[in-house]
T-cell receptor, first 118, second 113 residues
Framework: AQSVTQLDSQVPVFEEAPVELRCNYSSSVSVYLFWYVQYPNQGLQLLLKYLSGSTLVKGINGFEAEFNKSQTSFHLRKPSVHISDTAEYFCAVSVNNAGGTSYGKLTFGQGTILTVHP | DAGVIQSPRHEVTEMGQEVTLRCKPISGHDYLFWYRQTMMRGLELLIYFNNNVPIDDSGMPEDRFSAKMPNASFSTLKIQPSEPRDSAVYFC???????????FGPGTRLTVL
């Protein structure tokens, strides 16, 4: 079975500062990796995903993430955050079976609350 | 597309009552997922369907919980009888088998008194 660990439960930063939200996963098979964002009282929205190919993935709202297979990590970064980035961020993993088709079942980390201060 | 639709958005009920949560997936999506979100346990997958058939219900907490998908455009999650510890936000999500992204609904906030 796979698992996801988000190393920081809360990350406070000032506006226009860079931020990194950390995510590590464990799995005995290859996986797909995702970052979702949840704004207050809303559902989850996909930020970006890694399926294959380039290990640096760019997503919406200026976010990017880098897949590091040797360190089993998928950290999320943004060079300059805005107040509007305040939200909870979830890292998730989905098993990629031998045929290359995801089973589709997501396992989520516990979430990281990003708070951007003026 | 209207996205994944869930109803009701908020539900307040008393312990022992039956609760039914509803979900309409995005048209054309053949996977449907039910999640529960709490402060203590985070996001948990309860059950998921493929082509209206339940594939994995190992996350369903106990027999008080049941889920159905009578057709491709509708699913229900039922709790009978409800208990205060069931209070949570319940999300429905859907996915097309040719893609990897799950689309989430806005959630139903359930409070059991």
């Amino acid at each position: 079975a796979q698992s996801v660990t988000q190393l920081d439960s809360q990350v406070p930063v000032f506006e226009e500062a860079p931020v990194e939200l950390r995510c590590n996963y464990s799995s005995s098979v290859s996986v797909y990796l995702f970052w979702y964002v949840q704004y207050p009282n809303q559902g989850l929205q996909l930020l970006l995903k890694y399926l294959s190919g380039s290990t640096l993935v760019k997503g919406i709202n200026g976010f990017e993430a880098e897949f590091n297979k040797s360190q089993t990590s998928f950290h999320l970064r943004k060079p300059s955050v805005h107040i509007s980035d305040t939200a909870e961020y979830f890292c998730a993993v989905s098993v990629n079976n031998a045929g290359g088709t995801s089973y589709g079942k997501l396992t989520f980390g516990q979430g990281t609350i990003l708070t951007v201060h003026p | 597309d209207a996205g994944v639709i869930q109803s009701p958005r908020h539900e307040v009920t008393e312990m022992g009552q039956e609760v039914t949560l509803r979900c309409k997936p995005i048209s054309g999506h053949d996977y449907l997922f039910w999640y529960r979100q709490t402060m203590m346990r985070g996001l948990e997958l309860l059950i998921y369907f493929n082509n209206n058939v339940p594939i994995d219900d190992s996350g369903m907490p106990e027999d008080r919980f049941s889920a159905k998908m009578p057709n491709a455009s509708f699913s229900t999650l039922k709790i009978q009888p409800s208990e205060p510890r069931d209070s949570a936000v319940y999300f429905c999500a859907s996915r097309y088998s040719g893609d990897n992204e799950q689309f989430f609904g806005p959630g139903t906030r359930l409070t059991v008194l």
